[in-house]
């Protein structure tokens, strides 16, 4: 006895007849005849008579087609024939005759034996007839839909049950069939399409169901607003009559591979008896794949177990469930919807060989049946013959190819080529290719239609979802593909006006060597490509532009994406860029840590154009660009970054708003003695009042007010400019016009050194006076900082535009005194002696500006404010012989003039000879102390040729003590003379010095 390897023995009811061990060892069977046996469902019923005598067998080699039941009787003379399947010995002598009978269950296809022999007793034994009959019934599913209609249309039991039992089913809403996994299939439009097979008692009431199928899901989420995709379900809603349900479920283990929102991947959903027991698959099931799937419930297992899940013939999961039974649901079976009232929970796609078993079929049998159907062949492993239907045009590739022309083409060398991404609004070339389907040899073909499908989105494998729009190179004649398989095709501009982030070439034809090809084959290109704008147009601001820094500006349809002849803006480029900013230092060279972050609502692009709304924040040259490495993104496997890319940059400079201005400290006006606050006028400017504190702080601001950081030297290579300053300062007249020195002046093309937006002017303190005439004195008087100011403006040499200001008055104030140094002639006869000068200022009014002063003479007061040499002061002091400076100089008398009073110089004069003698004492003072009455003197000198008349001077006479003489009496030294009334000069209660009271 043998087996084949393949021979499954798993036995539901097993019966066999033992052979005993026969009484000795020479006691051996003796084969007679051998028979050939082969059962399938056309041929299920065997049957033979025959002669056996003792120790003679017979052998059946029994052949199954497929999976079923065999049943074995025999019937014999006596009952003295028995058999053994499978098994070699023969019967001893004594046992008991008996009719055999016995069923077996195959899972699959098998090969087995049986050996009859004649069984004797006590040793002994006569020969025997016999009858055998062999009955085999196939494993059948109690539901079986092929799906190889041609058509349907919704014609009551159109869906054929191929398992007999006129379980047929109706489509439902526009369903049909395309071509399946096996010959055709099932097409479900994802909307409202499913098949309705009425409830049938033999779909119910059951303890173990097998349902399986191919499925090929175009869409795994539902976008109805239902949440679920049905496979297949036997139930009246939700939570009624629910005896089976397989579906796909909204949100719940799906998968987005792509990133375009719609889930590429999914698990299959099971209920069983409800869905309080639900459980998903382990494995994804994929979009556009077909797989095959199927459901094994069998009640007799443990609930842990009971459900077991297999994918592609491979077990996948065990499910558990609580129902040892399916109720007696009275629901229909749908196809392609997990039925729900009022909700459409149907599937998108394509379903094919659904079947459904009232057993729990084995791992092995559900594995045989995924490989027979994977090679095309019915589930039982017996052949299919697919019916001959007319189909429309087919969306598939392999025949008919196209890539970027190529001069030197051929169909077979050239069909990995690809197609580059193109520019909208430019022609372009394609080969396109022709092979034979069987032999992938060139074909020659008559091309019959060229149309290039436009998509919303794709990636370097493949555009996704339905093409959006169809342009048609040709139609009814294209041209022929040569002996190499190839044809040029030339896209002309006018169907290449649009922007396009995925296409594809869709090609028909036929082969002209063949009139069995009279029926066009199509195909679509197996690269896809993009069409892009050529480039992005700064149509606002204009090149090279000005812009405020800070300032926000919106340019309307700033911006648009142009086709090849770079003025018409592309249609459908509808788009969201990002504005990049890249700055630039005036040398040109690219600077990322320069200040100033660009501000810009993204650009959205509607047919090519879009609005530009930006703003920068410092100064600097700024690059705009705009670049688009995301639209032309199917091509990144074939076509360089710099050719798919779409590109756009202006090139601007941001200045200044204006520049402010502000004074370091605020500007004050101060006298020349800040102490006791007076100045002596004074034409020649040696004494003057001051104009203090005028530095002033420029800063260069953007239109908010904010520091320009950028504004900086080095020129050169940041954005400093020389400037324009223009300085005005004004001061109020009195007796005459101010006079002062150090005035700001006008400036062209200043550098000043700015740093980080910020830079200084820095003017020195300017003193000023008013006019004094020395022989013409003025009253006091006083200029309030209130009465004059000072401003100063300040001009981009570079931009004029920006521009600053600066206006401020004075702090404080300066009083101004006409002054003199007034001397007296001295008498005196001791050899030392002090002098007092006196520092004078005029007030012919007897104002405030003197209160206080000890008045001196008529119109003259000690100004006891002159305290010090910084005022005015004795600068030298000279003795001579004579009026004139130039007369020979005594130079026994020895004079100190350092020590001040309040209002007066104490002059101390030490003569080392002891002869008397009259000497003329020239004093050089500061000028603004001279004063002569008009008419008597003149300008003040100290020159050599100079004499009393231009410069202070007062006589020194030195009498020795017991001489006589006339005395010492005060008087004009011009022409006056002394009394010669003789006096005591040592009388304390005489006066040892004249003084002369008026000049």
Not at 5 to 12: A, E, Q, S
Request: with cysteine; hydrophobic share 35%.
């Amino acid at each position: 006895m043998f087996f084949k390897r393949y021979f499954i023995f798993p036995l539901l009811i097993f019966f066999s007849l033992f052979c005993p061990e026969p009484a000795s060892a020479a006691d051996n069977c003796t084969p007679v005849s051998d028979y050939t046996v082969s059962l399938d469902s056309t041929n299920s019923v065997y049957s033979n008579s025959g002669f056996l005598r003792r120790r003679d067998t017979d052998t059946y080699y029994v052949t199954t087609a497929s999976a079923g039941t065999v049943t074995i009787n025999i019937v014999s003379s006596a009952d003295r024939v028995r058999f053994s399947y499978s098994q070699t010995s023969c019967p001893s002598a004594g046992d008991a005759p008996a009719a055999v009978s016995a069923t077996y269950t195959f899972q699959s296809a098998a090969d087995f034996n049986i050996k009859l022999y004649k069984a004797g007793r006590g040793g002994g034994g006569r020969s025997g007839n016999y009858t055998i009959e062999i009955t085999f019934i196939p494993l059948k599913p109690i539901a079986e839909y092929r799906m190889d209609e041609c058509s349907w249309n919704g014609t009551a039991g159109e869906v054929v049950d191929s398992s007999g039992n006129g379980l047929d089913g109706t489509a439902q809403n526009g369903a049909s069939t395309l071509p399946g996994r096996v010959c055709m299939g099932g097409s479900f439009d994802g909307i409202d399409d499913s098949v309705l097979v009425p409830d049938s008692s033999l779909l119910d009431a059951t303890e173990a169901i097998t349902i399986m199928g191919w499925i090929k899901p175009e869409q795994l989420y539902q976008y109805n607003g239902a949440n679920a995709r049905g496979v297949l379900s036997k139930r009246v809603s939700d939570d009624s009559g629910e005896a089976y349900g397989i579906f796909f479920w909204n949100g719940q283990q799906m998968v987005d591979d792509d990133g375009d929102g719609d889930p590429d991947r999914a698990k299959l959903y099971i209920d069983i008896d409800g869905s309080n027991d639900r459980f998903s698959t382990d494995s994804y099931i994929s979009k556009g794949v077909w797989t095959h799937f199927a459901v094994v419930y069998d009640g007799n297992r443990t609930p842990a177990s009971r459900v077991e899940v297999y994918i592609n013939g491979q077990l996948d999961k065990v499910g558990a469930e609580s129902s040892s039974a399916l109720p007696d649901y009275a629901s229909d079976l749908y196809i392609g919807d997990l039925h729900a009232p009022n909700q459409s929970k149907v599937f998108k796609g394509m379903i094919d060989e659904v079947k459904i078993f009232n057993k729990a079929l084995s791992a092995e049998r559900v594995l045989e049946i995924y490989s027979n159907e994977s090679a095309g062949r019915n589930f039982d492993g017996t052949s299919r013959t697919c019916s001959d239907c007319p189909q429309p045009p087919l969306y598939r590739n392999g025949t008919f190819n196209a890539v970027d022309y190529t001069p030197v083409c051929n169909a077979v060398q050239n069909w990995d080529d690809n197609i580059t991404t193109k520019i909208a609004g430019s022609a372009y070339s394609l080969s396109i290719l022709a092979k034979e389907s069987a032999t992938g040899l060139p074909m020659e073909a008559n091309i019959t239609r060229i149309d290039i499908y436009s998509f919303a989105s794709g990636d370097t494998s493949q555009c996704s979802g339905a093409p959006y729009s169809v342009a048609t190179l040709c139609s009814g004649g294209c041209g022929f593909t040569d002996a190499a398989g190839c044809l040029r095709a030339d896209i002309p501009a006018s169907l290449n006006g649009n922007a396009v982030k995925c296409a594809e070439i869709h090609i028909e034809g036929r082969d002209i060597n063949s009139s069995a090809s009279s029926n066009s084959n199509e195909s679509n290109s197996s690269d896809n490509f993009a069409v892009r704008p050529m480039e992005i147009l700064f149509i606002q601001p204009a090149a090279d532009s000005n812009l405020t820094a800070e300032r926000s500006y919106f340019f309307a349809s700033g911006l648009t994406a142009v086709a090849a002849d770079g003025a018409t803006p592309v249609t459908d480029y509808n788009t969201t860029l990002t504005l990049q900013g890249v700055k630039y230092m005036r040398s040109g060279e690219a600077n990322s840590s320069l200040a100033g972050t660009l501000n810009s609502a993204a650009p959205l692009f509607a047919d090519g154009r879009a609005d530009l709304n930006m703003s920068f924040s410092d100064v600097a040259i700024l690059s705009m660009r705009l670049n688009d490495t995301s639209w032309a993104a199917v091509d990144g496997d074939d076509t360089p970054l710099s050719a798919r890319r779409v590109y756009g940059e202006r090139n601007v400079t941001f200045i200044p708003r204006r520049f402010d201005l502000q004074f370091l400290s605020t500007p004050v006006m101060e006298n020349n003695d800040t102490s006791n606050r007076f100045t002596y006028l004074s034409s020649d400017l040696n004494m003057s009042a001051w104009l203090r504190s005028l530095t002033v702080v420029v800063t260069a601001v953007g239109e908010r007010g904010g520091t320009m950081r950028n504004f900086s030297s080095p020129m050169d290579r940041l954005f400093a400019d020389r400037v324009e300053i223009t300085p005005v300062l004004r001061l109020p007249a009195r007796h005459s016009q101010a006079r002062y020195l150090y005035a700001p002046q006008p400036v062209s093309g200043a550098d000043l050194g700015f740093d980080s937006g910020e830079a200084f002017i820095n003017y020195a303190d300017i003193p000023f006076n008013y006019d004094r005439s020395f022989d013409t004195p003025v009253d006091p008087f006083s200029v309030s900082g209130s009465e004059g100011n000072i401003s100063v403006g300040v001009a981009d040499a570079l931009y004029p535009s920006v521009t600053g200001s600066l206006f401020s008055v004075f702090d404080g104030n300066a009083t101004f005194y006409y002054g003199r140094l007034r001397a007296e002639d001295i008498a005196t006869t001791d050899s030392s002696v002090t002098n007092r000068i006196g520092l004078e200022v005029y007030d012919g009014s007897a104002s405030s500006f003197v209160s206080g002063f000890r008045q001196s003479s008529l119109r003259w007061f000690e100004n006891a404010k002159h305290i010090g040499a910084a005022s005015g002061r004795i600068r030298r002091a000279d003795a001579t012989l004579g009026s004139l400076l130039s007369s020979p100089v005594d130079s026994s008398i020895v004079m100190d003039y350092s020590l001040f009073g309040n209002g007066f110089i104490v002059m101390e004069i030490n003569s080392s000879s002891a002869l008397g003698r009259s000497r003329t004492i020239h004093l050089d003072i500061d000028p603004w102390l001279w004063y002569v009455p008009k008419g008597f003197g003149a300008a003040y000198s100290y020159s050599a040729d100079s004499d009393c008349s231009m410069h202070p001077c007062f006589i020194y006479r030195y009498e020795v003590k017991g001489e006589g003489g006339g005395g010492v009496q005060s008087g004009d030294f011009n022409g006056s003379d002394f009394g010669v009334e003789t006096i005591d000069l040592n009388a304390t209660f005489e006066r040892k010095q004249g003084v002369k009271l008026f000049r």
